[in-house]
């Protein structure tokens, strides 16, 4: 298998970059929208999905705020945020840049992309909520691009109390 | 510096007797909230700042908070002779002397000294005043221009530098000179539940997660010393197990109060007269990947219990406050500090320190990051308290003077007790509480 990165510029990397894009703003718009059952869809199995502040990410500390091992843990975060978790209700929106595709490897494309998302509560104002980077791990399916990991690793280090839906 | 005098007479207005009704003020007022820094953060009182871990070599630091105070946690020079008596550990308050300036703006590093920025007046790790420019003047042919005056003494400008005590690995420092030694602080009946979790282990830094919750920082030590709601808010708790009003549990309390320990065991979980009209219990609850709640016993949950000489007792979980700005979390394997920063009346930072010990597995270390899941700001279970807290002060502020919590499960009493169905530690650190303060 291949290690290397579409040639910048080409037909190949432009198509690439623009379906990362499309998953990224799939993936944004399930959750947005509360399509929270959605959300695992975009990920493959035995993925991992991580909410980290960077603080960690930059000492190398394993600590994360979510820290999710598979499809199945995804698939019991979206009961806990829609069944369990007492927390007043909000809104989400993200803000998410192109994706850089930073190298493909073995079929893995390694890609990162930075998002903001503001909350807002009913009668409230926007806030900014949590603003970071996606670093991602994408493969090909028959199904399309699906997220073997992805890390949201987060600059706004103090959460505005809680954190409840995955960003 | 105490807020001013006009405002304490005005105060003492806590009409009820005992301290089972908390008034809203208590948490509300801003004149109030400025005497209890002074009385309680800066008073007489050990404050948790860190754990030596997190300072592992010389000239590491890391940036803490007593009360709103920045102070620096330094691991400093230790001569071999002093070693088995001197930890190294200094706390000193981050405030340049000359201008005011907190000179340390980064959260953790490591440092040969300080140097404020604005005029480079250095400092040793301990705080002592190394040197400053232009001490001496600037000459000018024969004659010298400035300089500072005649008497001025390094020696007398130093940072503030509080008492330190460590403890197994906990590092707490005071303001006060009056503040009784650490051990007799916290007093024996704390004690055997801090040394099960701290002594004789090395702890790994796991790492941090810090929230802000628009409270009164009280609300935060009064949920960790309120066993009524765990099984009733949190859903995980009462579904699985993990915490409820069946199990075998005991409060324990220090001499005067303030400190807590909450002390439960797991059971099975399911249904039960317990969960009978509880909403937040799932009967069906299942998880699609149950390594989420993946506990393995750890030989040194057992210990020979405290108050049955000659009996072990083997607790799932301890929940430990000590007043007045730590919580120390032992839930199944996840362990953690979680430190209170208050920010006003309404307001505190929440700043999370998950462990694990040296000798740790990978697995253990897996595990414990995976039950990290259960708690902190995105908690299946600890998302809810920020989000009542919140709700708490809303409600107290939209009412004002006449207004009080009810805090009568269990009677109005403080004694320790050997159930759950209480809220028997929330009045006893309100009686303290009210003595400190003189409300």
């Known amino acids: 298998m291949s290690t290397h990165a579409p040639t910048a510029g080409s037909v190949e990397a432009l198509l690439l970059q623009h379906q990362i894009d499309q998953l990224n703003a799939a993936c944004a718009a399930a959750l947005d929208e509360q399509r929270f059952e959605a959300w695992p869809e975009f990920f493959l199995p035995d993925a991992s999905y991580k909410v980290q502040a960077r603080e960690n990410f930059d000492r190398g500390l394993p600590l994360a705020l979510i820290d999710l091992e598979s499809q199945g843990m995804m698939k019991d975060r979206v009961y806990g945020v829609t069944q369990t978790i007492f927390h007043a209700p909000?809104?989400?929106?993200?803000?998410?840049?192109?994706?850089?595709?930073?190298?493909?490897?073995?079929?893995?494309?390694?890609a990162q992309a930075h998002y903001a998302v503001f909350r807002t509560k009913p009668g409230g104002v926007s806030e900014v909520y949590n603003v970071g980077r996606y670093i991602d791990r994408i493969v090909r399916t028959e199904a399309g691009l699906r997220f073997q990991s992805r890390q949201c690793i987060y600059d706004s280090e103090m959460v505005l109390n809680s954190l409840i839906y995955p960003v | 510096m105490n807020a001013p005098q006009a405002s304490s007479s005005a105060l003492s207005r806590w009409s009820q007797p005992g301290s089972s009704r908390i008034p809203f003020w208590a948490y509300t007022d801003g004149q109030l909230y400025q005497r209890e820094l002074e009385a309680i953060f800066y008073g007489a009182h050990w404050c948790y700042v860190g754990l030596e871990v997190e300072i592992p070599n010389v000239g590491d630091y890391k940036l803490s908070h007593i009360g709103e105070r920045q102070v620096l946690m330094v691991r400093d020079r230790v001569a071999p002779k002093d070693r088995d008596t001197d930890s190294g550990i200094r706390v000193v308050e981050n405030r340049c002397v000359h201008r005011g300036v907190r000179f340390c703006q980064k959260l953790q590093g490591n440092a040969r000294s300080f140097v404020c920025p604005y005029?480079?007046?250095?400092?040793?790790?301990?705080?002592?005043?190394?040197?400053?420019?232009?001490?001496?003047?600037?000459?000018?042919?024969?004659?010298?221009?400035?300089?500072?005056?005649?008497?001025?003494?390094?020696?007398?400008?130093?940072?503030?530098?509080?008492?330190?005590?460590?403890l197994h690995g906990l590092v707490l420092a005071t303001f006060s000179d009056e503040t009784e030694p650490l051990q007799d602080y916290l007093g024996p009946n704390v004690m055997p539940w801090l040394e099960r979790i701290f002594k004789g282990h090395t702890l790994t830094l796991l790492g941090y997660n810090r929230q802000r919750i628009p409270g009164n920082w009280k609300l935060m030590m009064e949920?960790?010393?309120?066993?009524?709601?765990?099984?009733?808010?949190?859903?995980?708790f009462v579904t699985f197990?993990?915490?409820?009003?069946?199990?075998?549990?005991?409060?324990?309390?220090d001499a005067q109060g303030r400190h807590a320990v909450m002390i439960s065991r797991k059971?099975?979980?399911?249904?039960?007269?317990?969960?009978?009209?509880?909403?937040?219990?799932?009967?069906?609850?299942?998880?699609?990947?149950?390594?989420?709640?993946?506990?393995?016993?750890?030989?040194?949950?057992?210990?020979?219990?405290?108050?049955?000489?000659?009996?072990?007792?083997?607790?799932?979980?301890?929940?430990?406050?000590?007043?007045?700005?730590?919580?120390?979390?032992?839930?199944?394997?996840s362990l953690s500090t979680r430190?209170?920063?208050?920010?006003?009346?309404?307001?505190?930072?929440?700043?999370w320190t998950h462990f694990g010990f040296a000798d740790d597995t990978p697995e253990m270390t897996r595990r414990r990051l995976r039950q990290s899941n259960l708690f902190g700001p995105a908690g299946f279970v600890s998302a809810d308290d920020g989000e009542v807290i919140e709700l708490s002060q809303g409600g107290?502020?939209?009412?004002?003077?006449?207004?009080?919590?009810?805090?009568?499960?269990?009677?109005?009493?403080?004694?320790?007790?050997?159930?759950?169905?209480?809220?028997?530690?929330?009045?006893?650190?309100y009686a303290y509480w009210k003595k400190v303060m003189a409300v």
Request: include cysteine; charged fraction near 20%; aromatic fraction near 8%.
């Open chain 2, 241 to 253: 197990g993990l915490w409820r009003a069946d199990q075998k549990s005991r409060m324990v309390m």
């Open chain 2, 223 to 236: 949920n960790i010393k309120d066993p009524y709601h765990p099984g009733l808010l949190h859903t995980w």
């Open chain 2, 339 to 351: 430190h209170i920063v208050p920010r006003g009346a309404g307001e505190f930072d929440f700043v």
């Open chain 2, 396 to 429: 107290f502020r939209q009412w004002g003077e006449g207004g009080s919590t009810l805090c009568e499960l269990g009677g109005t009493g403080t004694e320790m007790t050997e159930h759950m169905v209480t809220e028997t530690l929330i009045r006893s650190m």
């Open chain 2, 119 to 166: 005029h480079q007046w250095t400092y040793k790790l301990n705080g002592d005043l190394a040197g400053l420019p232009f001490k001496d003047g600037v000459k000018d042919g024969d004659c010298v221009n400035g300089g500072m005056p005649e008497g001025f003494e390094l020696k007398d400008h130093g940072l503030t530098k509080l008492r330190v005590a460590t």
């Open chain 1, 90 to 110: 909000y809104y989400m929106r993200h803000i998410v840049s192109p994706a850089q595709v930073l190298a493909v490897n073995n079929g893995i494309i390694h």
């Open chain 2, 267 to 333: 059971n099975e979980g399911g249904q039960a007269a317990v969960t009978q009209g509880v909403t937040s219990f799932k009967a069906g609850m299942t998880l699609h990947d149950d390594r989420l709640l993946d506990v393995v016993p750890e030989p040194w949950w057992r210990i020979p219990d405290p108050s049955n000489p000659g009996a072990e007792i083997t607790p799932t979980v301890t929940m430990i406050t000590l007043f007045p700005s730590l919580i120390i979390q032992q839930q199944v394997n």
